[in-house]
């Protein structure tokens, strides 16, 4: 399956050489992991709580994913995306793509996070000393999203 939502951690370099084995003969394989920032709106971040609707997400990571097969000559695409608490500096999000050529490998990994962050039906809560606080959408991912 290209798309997965789970609470265990993953490797990147284990997804990345899934990936790598199953684009055989691609031309370029891009990737992108997203780590839990140690800071956020109020201040040091200590953890991260991701809450999502499970089968919705999954479907809406899918949509995304077809979107992004029927722009760019894709070989192959995975994503992989975490829930529950995560620490930080831990992996959240795996994005990883194979083409042909990496201009198409470069651009569809990018297109992915920007709709994933904006599209996806998951919901952040940031823990620190103060307590936790949820996580509002940014200007700035709408605005990254909308470039596409």
Not at 111 to 135: C, H, I, N, S
Request: aromatic share 8%; charged share 20%.
């Amino acid at each position: 399956m290209s798309v997965q939502v789970q609470t265990p951690s993953f490797s990147a370099a284990q997804l990345l050489d899934q990936l790598q084995a199953r684009c055989a003969g691609a031309g370029a394989v891009a990737s992108f992991v997203g780590l839990v920032r140690d800071y956020g709106d109020a201040g040091e971040v200590r953890a991260l709580f991701l809450e999502h609707y499970p089968g919705m997400t999954e479907r809406a990571l899918a949509a995304i994913e077809a979107e992004a097969r029927a722009r760019w000559p894709l070989q192959d695409v995975l994503i992989v995306h975490r829930h529950g608490l995560l620490q930080a500096s831990e992996p959240i999000v795996f994005v990883g793509v194979g083409s042909a050529h990496r201009q198409a490998a470069f651009e569809a990994c990018a297109y992915l996070m920007d709709q994933l962050k904006t599209r996806a039906p998951f919901w952040k809560k940031e823990m620190g000393e103060q307590g936790g606080q949820w996580v509002d959408a940014r200007a700035s991912d709408a605005a990254a999203a909308q470039r596409w």
